[in-house]
């Protein structure tokens, strides 16, 4: 029996100084919080901010961890991170078609990925956190 296969990825949720959130535009999913997949013998953490400055451009600073959400049908755990800016200047890639702070409901409102939003919303409550949600892509809207 071999042992079981997991991707294992890291987010961040980045709110400026003027309340607003970073986004970035992909060509998958459209808008979302940038964030990917951790690579070996890197932290979540490290990975939150590496995949922030490669989407974005932006530098940040974790705050502090949220929670995570899991797909147990397709084997992805996602780490949440409330971040700050500290640096940097936003640009696009190959996996940003754009980028850019947004005030929140706004933000928000853009993301329609799957349950991309609800990641936001709960990283956005303090209350709610911290957070383990446990989903399958069958009933994931």
């Not at 974790?62 to 992805?76: L, P, V």
């Not at 640096?87 to 696009?92: E, K």
Request: proline share 6%; glycine share 8%; aromatic share 8%.
């Amino acid at each position: 029996m071999s042992p079981p296969k997991h991707i294992l990825s890291a987010a961040a949720i980045v709110i400026n100084e003027q309340n607003e959130l970073l986004l970035i535009r992909g060509p998958r999913r459209g808008w979302e919080m940038p964030g990917g997949q951790v690579e070996e013998g890197e932290s979540l953490s490290q990975a939150a901010i590496r995949e922030t400055k490669e989407e974005s451009g932006i530098d940040i600073e974790i705050i502090k961890f949220c929670g995570i959400f899991q797909n147990i049908e397709n084997s992805i755990c996602n780490t949440l991170f409330l971040a700050k800016p500290i640096g940097g200047v936003l640009i696009t890639s190959s996996e940003s078609l754009e980028s850019g702070f947004f005030p929140i409901e706004e933000a928000i409102l853009k993301v329609e990925w799957k349950n991309f939003r609800e990641r936001i919303e709960y990283c956005l409550k303090p209350e709610m956190q911290p957070f383990c949600i446990e989903f399958s892509d069958k009933n994931n809207i």
